[in-house]
Structure formats: structure tokens, C-alpha cells
């Protein structure tokens, strides 16, 4: 059985290399396999980002995206000879990114031993040499940083939080490069601005799910699929059945898990592992990806409804 698997697997890697890569050799800063059951949206990101030019992502907490990241990085250097450069707002963050999750990922990995010289040398935190590649580990705060390289791709973690003057030179870095790639990524901060701006000017692609009772494919939204106002402009959840259960307890002790409300047949329905990715604007160029807590499987709505009720009134929060 498990040698039908890894055959399905090396298969599959034919095709989707990344996906390959994940699934067989990568493990996680826990030690543990990856998985997409509960993020069904990575698999296909996995298929189709080492493929294109770049993209900007949008991105909530905890959604895998830096994992990914990571994995392309190993990939493109390891199996593709690039040299990437990967940026982080600061030489410090950096610092601890690399000794706190690089390291014990490049480490705990057979396959990835193998490309490193003498199958055990991890570099320092700034440069990993891997396979016939490198990966330049950058904090966006180190003018010097940005002028002493060139690489084949660049990748920006956090991007709301870098350095935007360092970051302007970044693109210069690949310009001598025959392949250059680009990709962005971070928690939004304000609306217009960084991240978001740049997701707006990309194909901008949902994660679109299908209704379990009427068929209707649709990205789940907060205030389209999950929230509303009441008669007394008190925000309720659209699932009735949550809905009916809070007239008897308080948000706190609502044991219930809300579930998304559907926007055609206006029913509750399940979310499962199927979905796909839908670009808003086909005839743009550049991907941009937003991702939600909504989209992943394990996550409570009823948890962040609480938490949604509480920030109304804190500005913090």
C-alpha cells in the first residue's frame, strides 16, 4: 500500500513538481507531513504558481502560504538551479525565521540533506547554498542588501511591513535574470495601500466553493455569506439555526458551528474539499490571490463571529 502511494505520488510530480515535493520530501516545522485537507485551496497554488511569472497575495493569518513559499524556494533553488532571494522586513525577523524554521525544515528532511554540501552544511542565515542553487535570506531594512545582489526570483514575506525604498530595488535584481519572477505576499493593513493595492491591480482570484444544496459555486464572504444586521441593527449570524440558538445564550456559549449561508438559495450548507480558484479580471496579466480564514476547513465561524462582536467597539481589536 505505501509503495502504491509513492508511486501515485512520483506520478503526480511528473506533472506538479511542487505538489511532489510537498508530498514526498517536505515536512513541516513540527516534523510533520504536509497536507491539504483542511487548506484544499494550496493544492491547486502548489500546481500553478512555480509555473507563472509571479503574484501578489493577500493573505489572512495561518493560511500556508508561508510553508508554500518556502517549498517553492527549496524548489526553484534545489531542482532549478536559481538563485532566490528571499525577503523579510527586517534582519532580525529574518534571523529567526531562518534558525526557527529553514533550518530545522532543510534538516529534517532526507531528501533535502542530499542537497546540501556535504549533506549536513545549512549555510549561515543569510545564504544557503542548495543543490546548484542559493537562497539569499534578505531583511528589507539592510540598504546594503539590495545592491550587492542578482537573482532568478524574489520572493517578499510581509510585504506591508518592509522597507518600500529597499523594496523598489528588488525588482532590479532580476532584471539581468533569463527567467525573473516576482511574487508578494502579507497580512493587509489598510484598504488602497500595499498588498491590497497591489491585489487590486491583479486578476484578483477568489476561492470559490459550491453549495451543497443548490449547486451555486461561490467565494464565501463575511458579510455576504456569514453576518447580517437585524431589525435593531444588531449583527446576527445569516444561519438561522445559529440565529434561533442566540436567543437562548450569549455569542460566548454558543456551542453550535455556524455554518456559511448560501447567496443564491439562501440555505446553510457544508463546506467540503472542493473549490477552485476564479480570477475576477481574466484579462489581466499578473495573479493576484486573496485568501481568507473562511476558506480553511478547520477554522470555527462561530469562534470568529465572537471575536467579530467584540472588535466593534475596539479599535485594537
Known amino acids: 500500500m505505501i509503495e502504491n502511494y509513492k508511486s501515485l505520488l512520483t506520478e503526480i510530480s511528473i506533472e506538479y513538481p511542487l505538489i511532489g515535493q510537498a508530498l514526498l520530501h517536505h515536512k513541516n516545522t513540527r516534523n510533520q507531513p504536509m497536507s491539504f485537507k483542511d487548506m484544499p485551496y494550496l493544492a491547486q497554488m502548489y500546481a500553478e504558481l512555480p509555473k507563472c511569472e509571479g503574484a501578489d497575495i493577500r493573505k489572512a493569518v495561518q493560511t500556508?502560504?508561508?510553508?508554500?513559499?518556502?517549498?517553492?524556494?527549496?524548489?526553484?533553488?534545489?531542482?532549478?538551479?536559481?538563485i532566490v532571494a528571499y525577503i523579510l522586513p527586517t534582519f532580525s525577523v529574518r534571523d529567526r525565521f531562518v534558525s526557527s524554521r529553514i533550518n530545522k525544515i532543510l534538516l529534517n528532511s532526507e531528501e533535502y540533506r542530499k542537497h546540501?554540501?556535504?549533506?549536513?552544511?545549512?549555510?549561515?542565515?543569510?545564504?544557503?547554498r542548495f543543490g546548484s542553487g542559493s537562497i539569499l535570506f534578505l531583511g528589507s531594512n539592510t540598504t546594503g542588501d539590495f545592491v550587492e545582489f542578482s537573482a532568478d526570483t524574489v520572493i517578499v514575506d510581509e510585504f506591508d511591513q518592509c522597507d518600500p525604498a529597499n523594496l523598489a530595488k528588488a525588482k532590479d535584481r532580476i532584471r539581468a535574470s533569463k527567467d525573473p519572477r516576482m511574487y508578494r505576499l502579507g497580512n493587509p493593513t489598510l484598504p488602497n495601500t500595499g498588498i491590497c493595492a497591489l491585489f487590486d491591480e491583479s486578476d484578483q482570484r477568489f476561492w470559490f466553493c459550491r453549495c451543497t444544496h443548490c449547486g451555486h459555486w461561490q467565494n464565501i464572504d463575511w458579510l455576504?455569506?456569514?453576518v447580517m444586521k437585524d431589525d435593531n441593527e444588531n449583527w446576527v449570524p445569516r444561519d438561522p439555526i445559529a440565529r434561533q440558538l442566540l436567543k437562548d445564550t450569549r455569542p460566548k456559549n454558543l456551542k453550535y458551528k455556524m455554518k456559511p449561508?448560501?447567496?443564491?438559495?439562501?440555505?446553510?450548507?457544508?463546506r467540503n474539499n472542493e473549490g477552485e480558484w476564479v480570477a475576477k479580471y481574466k484579462e489581466?496579466?499578473?495573479?493576484?490571490?486573496?485568501?481568507?480564514?473562511?476558506?480553511?476547513?478547520?477554522?470555527?465561524?462561530?469562534?470568529?463571529y465572537v471575536e467579530w462582536l467584540e472588535s466593534q467597539d475596539d479599535i485594537n481589536k
Open 64 to 82: 500556508g502560504l508561508s510553508e508554500l513559499f518556502i517549498a517553492l524556494s527549496l524548489y526553484h533553488a534545489g531542482w532549478k538551479g536559481k
Open 116 to 128: 546540501l554540501p556535504n549533506q549536513k552544511d545549512v549555510g549561515n542565515n543569510r545564504m544557503k
Open 224 to 226: 455576504e455569506s456569514i
Open 261 to 270: 449561508v448560501c447567496i443564491k438559495c439562501n440555505e446553510p450548507f457544508d
Open 284 to 304: 489581466r496579466e499578473r495573479r493576484g490571490y486573496t485568501m481568507s480564514r473562511l476558506d480553511v476547513l478547520s477554522q470555527s465561524y462561530t469562534d470568529l
